[in-house]
């Protein structure tokens, strides 16, 4: 899917709460079952790579292709900075 796309979603769905804007505390790169990418809705098929992060703030799973999930980190990064309870990675 294209990268500009996936990024237009995953602003989406962090605006409307449905993908958390927390920092992945626990991350798991797995390969896909089937199940859809949280960020682009996009099934991970079993070749794909994907990603299961779960984050501290929401104590929310979520689970991603490899590339949405790069998306995701940048996008909620840059959300959490402009709302200003941005935290440094540690
Ligand atoms: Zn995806």
């Not at 995953?10 to 409307?16: A, F, Y």
């Not at 920092?23 to 070749?47: F, M, Q, S, Y």
Request: aromatic residues 6%; proline residues 6%; contains cysteine.
């Amino acid at each position: 899917m294209d990268r500009d796309l996936v990024q237009e979603l995953v602003r989406l769905r962090l605006r409307d709460n449905r993908l958390p804007e927390g920092r992945a505390v626990d991350l798991r790169e797995t390969t896909g079952d089937g199940r859809p990418c949280d960020a682009c809705g996009e099934p991970i098929d079993p070749k794909q790579r994907a990603v299961f992060a779960m984050v501290s703030r929401e104590w929310m799973s979520v689970r991603f292709h490899v590339d949405c999930y790069k998306v995701w980190d940048a996008e909620r990064l840059a959300l959490s900075e402009m709302n200003g309870h941005g935290r440094p990675s540690q």
